[in-house]
Nanobody, 114 residues
Framework: QVQLVESGGGLVQPGGSLRLSCAAS????????MGWYRQTPGNQRELVAT???????DYADSVKGRFTISRENAKNTIYLRMSSLKPEDTAVYYC????????WGQGTQVTVSS
């Protein structure tokens, strides 16, 4: 069993920046891939970025060049640095980890608004 806890969300103006964190605990050994997803009401949860234990990274096209995912394996923690934020980035951001099962955090709200 894996538990994921996100933090760092909040309200930010367009063009601003935030950094999200996700700490994994529990049975975290051999946890190869973690990532960030986001969801708005009425929409499906969508990929933002993923990172493997070996630092192979994938980004959604909508966030390339603006968001950066990173990983501290010793701490079982991933981060998402978000810059040049746009109103359309507003969503609940969820941390995901996967092994045989898929694990989700509870989400952290990011609101980009003036």
């Amino acid at each position: 069993q894996v538990q994921l806890v996100e933090s760092g969300g909040g309200l930010v103006q367009p063009g601003g920046s935030l950094r999200l964190s996700c700490a994994a605990s529990g049975s975290v050994v051999y946890l190869p891939t973690m990532g960030w997803y986001r969801q708005t009401p009425g929409n499906q949860r969508e990929l933002v970025a993923t990172i493997s234990r070996g630092d192979t990274i994938d980004y959604a096209d909508s966030v390339k060049g603006r968001f950066t995912i990173s990983r501290e394996n010793a701490k079982n923690t991933i981060y998402l640095r978000m810059s040049s934020l746009k109103p359309e980035d507003t969503a609940v951001y969820y941390c995901q980890a996967r092994r045989l099962n898929v694990y989700w955090g509870q989400g952290t709200q990011v609101t980009v608004s003036s």
